[in-house]
């Protein structure tokens, strides 16, 4: 397939809303705020054109690949993997201390006590104290 014919092909797809047009002329990387705007190739542009793709991702570009015009993929660099595997990793590391704090509050005399009382309350007992509550809150 000639030059010209893969530029039609691209643009005519980029007009159905499916790809950019301009496909691996479009990952351009001009300076990092451009390589946050990541391009789409697809599965076969990015098998015979992988060097290049490797290169643009190396400068900074994120690529989705496709195939039936939905994406499959995503190629990006370490820098940015390790990035997103830190981000992951410490949101993770946030959550399970927050889990922890909030199952130590739960483990007082008091909060015991009180789920002793509410699993042996009678569905009256549970009916009243729920009544308070509510009008508690107004």
């Known amino acids: 397939m000639g030059a010209s014919q893969a530029s039609s092909r691209q643009i005519s ?3 159905r ?5 301009g496909g691996l002329a ?3 990387v001009g300076d990092r705020h451009d390589a946050l705007l990541a391009g789409s190739v697809t599965a076969t542009e990015a098998k015979n054109e992988f060097g290049q793709l490797l290169e643009k991702v190396i400068r ?6 496709t195939k039936h015009d939905r994406r499959k993929a ?6 940015d993997f390790e990035s997103l595997a830190v ?3 410490t949101q993770l590391d946030n959550l399970s201390a927050e889990f922890d704090a909030l199952l130590a509050g739960m483990q007082t005399r008091k909060v015991r006590a009180g789920m002793k009382a509410a699993f042996d309350a009678s569905p009256r007992q549970l009916g ?3 009544v308070e509550v509510a009008k508690k809150r107004g």
Do not use: H, N, T
Not at 60 to 65: H, L, M
């Open 87 to 89: 981000a992951g990793a």
């Open 26 to 28: 479009a990952l351009a």
């Open 13 to 15: 797809r980029a007009r």
């Open 74 to 79: 995503v190629l990006l660099s370490v820098e």
């Open 17 to 21: 809303g499916r790809q950019r047009p």
């Open 60 to 65: 900074g570009a994120r690529v989705f690949i």
């Open 128 to 130: 009243r104290a729920a």
